[in-house]
């Protein structure tokens, strides 16, 4: 590339001859890229060279992005490393996180020395379903009613049909819900090591084919919101989506009043008080202190969809004292959508960080990568409000802050 060939490509933008999405057709991406800030620079007056300062090929992030110009820079570091004693992942590591707020990953890391005081936390994936809900339009009621039947008793025809698109994803369950004369199927699917978004609307859509042949149904949209993805929804906190997940540890009183400065009773009743009652009385579907925080920048740094983060947030997070005196903490995320396979996975940036977990890729047996960094986040989640709580119980939080300078 050279700065004549992208200013060559930019003049024929500004005659007419070509759409600025259609660069890549006469040029290579990065010629493309530079092109098109020449067009954005001249037009806003902006100075895009930092943008311009990326350290991939253009054409590596093709699947990912349209119109591309450059690339944005988020901070990226590590916390731990943390001992996981996980389903999927064990053994001490680095947990890579992406950010522009400060004081986040102190935080987190300070949650994460707690951890490892207390020999470690455990983390489990208790269920994988990746859904998507069509909505089907029947005459009425006794049609819905019918329609539900019969999508119940031919779920396997169903199967077949939605897996002859994929080598990887299984269908497990299709589930009809009714309103009026509308018909919704919540189909939910093991899409293994990918996310599985697109798997499973592709596979659902050939699952909707059958079920207009073999019924009076009509597919109005093929994703009908029952699915829930990218929006608050009660559905995802009760039947989960992506991945289910938990983690949790029982940190020794010696610990919590040595290390997070505060006792096992006063970080139980800022839970009780703030994250169950606060959230309750607020009409919050998070029941937690900032789970938010750790999965977004765990998703940044490790190329996950960041509009998911707010299936993410829906967690809940409790404390209690142990017999022993001891303190019982616990993070359950319901919803959190992950994968190692497809989209921003496979960005040189974003796999560096999968490869620091020794997540990337596919895993062996299918599936085991994409629990395990899920169990990683869960982790970093549990750092996180450990961290928050114990601040708030000490009474420290802002001072924290401020001798941080943030």
């Known amino acids: 590339m050279t700065d004549t060939d992208a200013a060559a490509l930019a003049e024929r933008v500004r005659d007419g001859d070509l759409r600025l999405y259609e660069l890549e057709e006469h040029a290579d991406a990065d010629t493309a890229a530079a092109a098109r800030r020449l067009l954005v620079e001249e037009h806003s007056g902006a100075d895009l060279s930092t943008s311009g300062d990326y350290a991939f090929d253009a054409a590596d992030a093709d699947s990912n992005i349209e119109n591309m110009l450059g690339a944005i820079q988020i901070p990226v570091g590590v916390v731990g490393p943390v001992e996981i004693d996980g389903g999927a992942i064990s053994g001490e590591h680095y947990l890579p996180m992406a950010t522009t707020e400060g004081a986040l990953l102190a935080s987190v890391n300070r949650g994460c020395a707690a951890l490892n005081t207390a020999g470690g936390a455990g983390a489990r994936v208790l269920k994988n379903r990746m859904t998507r809900a069509p909505a089907f339009r029947v005459a009425d009621v006794a049609e819905a ?62 699952a909707c084919d059958v079920i207009e042949a073999e019924t009076t149904a009509s597919l109005v949209a093929l994703s009908g919101n029952l699915c829930t993805d990218k929006k608050p929804a009660a559905i995802n906190a009760v039947e989960g989506r992506g991945r289910t997940v938990a983690a949790d540890v029982t940190i020794p009183r010696e610990t919590v009043e040595e290390t997070l400065k505060t006792t096992p009773e006063a970080v139980a009743e800022v839970n009780t008080r703030k994250n169950l009652v606060g959230s309750a009385k607020a009409g919050s579907l998070g029941f937690n202190a900032h789970v938010a925080n750790s999965v977004a920048a765990m998703f940044l740094a490790t190329g996950q969809d960041a509009a998911q983060v707010v299936e993410g947030a829906n967690a809940i997070t409790t404390a209690e004292v142990d017999g022993d005196g001891d303190l019982y903490v616990s993070v359950t995320i319901a919803s959190l959508e992950v994968g190692t396979v497809g989209g921003g996975t496979k960005l040189p940036t974003q796999s560096e960080a999968l490869d620091v977990l020794g997540v990337r890729g596919g895993g062996d047996p299918a599936g085991s990568n994409g629990d395990a960094l899920a169990e990683a986040v869960a982790v970093a989640a549990l750092a996180g409000e450990l961290s928050l709580l114990s601040a708030l119980a000490s009474r420290n939080l802002s001072s924290a802050h401020a001798s941080l300078g943030r």
């Open 145 to 206: 009613e019918a329609l539900s039947s019969w999508v119940r008793d031919n779920v396997d025809a169903l199967r077949e049909a939605a897996e002859s698109t994929t080598s990887h994803g299984e269908l497990k369950e299709a589930t009809p819900y009714v309103v009026g004369n509308t018909v919704f199927v919540r189909f939910a699917y093991d899409t293994k090591d990918a996310m599985g978004m697109n798997m499973a609307t592709i596979a659902t859509e050939e």
